[in-house]
């Protein structure tokens, strides 16, 4: 992972990894959360909000359905 890469953390959840993916990321990356539960998403855009990350996007979305 190279500073302002994308990253796509698949089945994200509650974003347990974003903090790691934002170290090695840093602020002019891209790293795009997708999950299928509104649930999970909503506790990690509280995350997002509590870190002050502003290259955060999620998606919601079924990773199943994902196609080339
Ligand atoms: C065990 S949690 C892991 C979450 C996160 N990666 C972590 O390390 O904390 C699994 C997550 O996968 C999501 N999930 C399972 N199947 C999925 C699918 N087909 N598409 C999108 N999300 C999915 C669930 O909603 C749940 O948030």
Not at 27 to 56: C, F, H, T
């Amino acid at each position: 992972m190279e500073p302002r890469d994308t990253v796509v953390d698949m089945a994200c959840g509650t974003g347990l990894n974003f903090a790691l993916i934002e170290a090695g990321l840093g602020p002019e990356g891209l790293l795009i959360g997708l999950d299928y539960s509104p649930g999970m998403l909503s506790k990690a855009r509280r995350k997002i909000e509590r870190s002050g990350w502003r290259n955060v996007r999620l998606v919601q979305g079924d990773a199943g359905m994902i196609s080339e």
